[in-house]
C-alpha cells in the first residue's frame, strides 16, 4: 500500500486480509472500484529500500498469496468490468509464470512440490485464447500458448530462468 493515496470514503467497509501477504492484491481493485475518479502520476515519488530479512526479501511459500488475489481480481473484473478481464487473466498466467520460476530458482523452498502444484492447479483453471493475445510479441505468445499445459509451464519457465527472463 506503499504507492497509493486513497480518500477515506473509498476505504469505507474494506479491510486487509490478516492471513494473508500481498495484502493490497485482494485490496486495491476493491477500492479502485469505489472510487469516482484515479489519477495515476507517472512519477518516482518514493524510494523503496529492500531490507535483507523482510518478508518480501527472501521466497517463501507464503508468497504464493499473490495468486489467490490476482486470481479473486480476475473472477472479480469477469462479472464487474468485463471489458478488462483478458487483460486481468493474461496477468494472472504473467503472475503463475513467474511464481514458477521463483519455486524453480529457490527448490529447497519447495520440497515437496506443493507450490508448484498451486502454481499449475491455477494456471491451469484459464486458458489464453489465440485470440486474446494475437496484438502481443510473438515471443509473448509463444510463453502464453505453451504454458495453457502443465509440462509447458514447466518448460517455459525452465528456459527463462536460464536466460534470465522474467526474474
Given at each position: 500500500?506503499?504507492?497509493k493515496?486513497?480518500?477515506?470514503?473509498?476505504?469505507?467497509?474494506?479491510?486487509?486480509?490478516?492471513?494473508?501477504?500481498?495484502e493490497d492484491?485482494?485490496?486495491?481493485?476493491?477500492?479502485?472500484?469505489?472510487?469516482?475518479?484515479?489519477?495515476?502520476?507517472?512519477?518516482?515519488?518514493?524510494?523503496?529500500?529492500q531490507?535483507?530479512?523482510?518478508?518480501?526479501?527472501?521466497?517463501?511459500?507464503?508468497?504464493?498469496?499473490?495468486?489467490?488475489g490476482?486470481k479473486?481480481?480476475?473472477d472479480?473484473?469477469?462479472?464487474?468490468?468485463?471489458?478488462?478481464?483478458v487483460?486481468?487473466?493474461?496477468?494472472?498466467?504473467?503472475?503463475?509464470?513467474?511464481?514458477?520460476?521463483?519455486?524453480?530458482?529457490?527448490?529447497?523452498?519447495?520440497?515437496?512440490?506443493y507450490?508448484?502444484?498451486?502454481?499449475?492447479?491455477?494456471?491451469n483453471?484459464?486458458?489464453?485464447?489465440?485470440?486474446?493475445?494475437?496484438?502481443?510479441?510473438?515471443?509473448?505468445?509463444?510463453?502464453?500458448?505453451?504454458?495453457?499445459?502443465?509440462?509447458?509451464?514447466d518448460?517455459?519457465?525452465?528456459?527463462?530462468?536460464?536466460?534470465?527472463?522474467?526474474?
Open positions: 500500500m506503499w504507492n493515496i486513497y480518500k477515506r470514503s473509498v476505504l469505507q467497509g474494506l479491510k486487509f486480509r490478516k492471513d494473508k501477504i500481498n492484491e485482494f485490496f486495491t481493485f476493491y477500492a479502485l472500484s469505489k472510487a469516482k475518479k484515479i489519477v495515476y502520476l507517472y512519477r518516482q515519488c518514493y524510494y523503496y529500500y531490507r535483507s530479512g523482510s518478508i518480501m526479501g527472501t521466497y517463501n511459500l507464503k508468497r504464493l498469496d499473490m495468486l489467490d490476482v479473486e481480481r480476475m472479480f473484473v469477469k462479472v464487474n468490468y468485463p471489458e478488462i478481464f487483460k486481468a487473466k493474461l496477468s494472472l498466467c504473467s503472475c503463475c509464470i513467474y511464481q514458477y520460476q521463483m519455486l524453480l530458482k529457490n527448490k529447497s523452498v519447495d520440497k515437496n512440490n507450490g508448484k502444484n498451486k502454481v499449475k492447479e491455477i494456471r483453471s484459464v486458458t489464453v485464447l489465440p485470440s486474446e493475445i494475437k496484438d502481443k510479441r510473438f515471443i509473448d505468445r509463444f510463453v502464453f500458448k505453451i504454458s495453457n499445459f502443465s509440462t509447458g509451464l518448460l517455459v519457465c525452465r528456459v527463462r530462468n536460464w536466460l534470465k527472463i522474467g526474474l
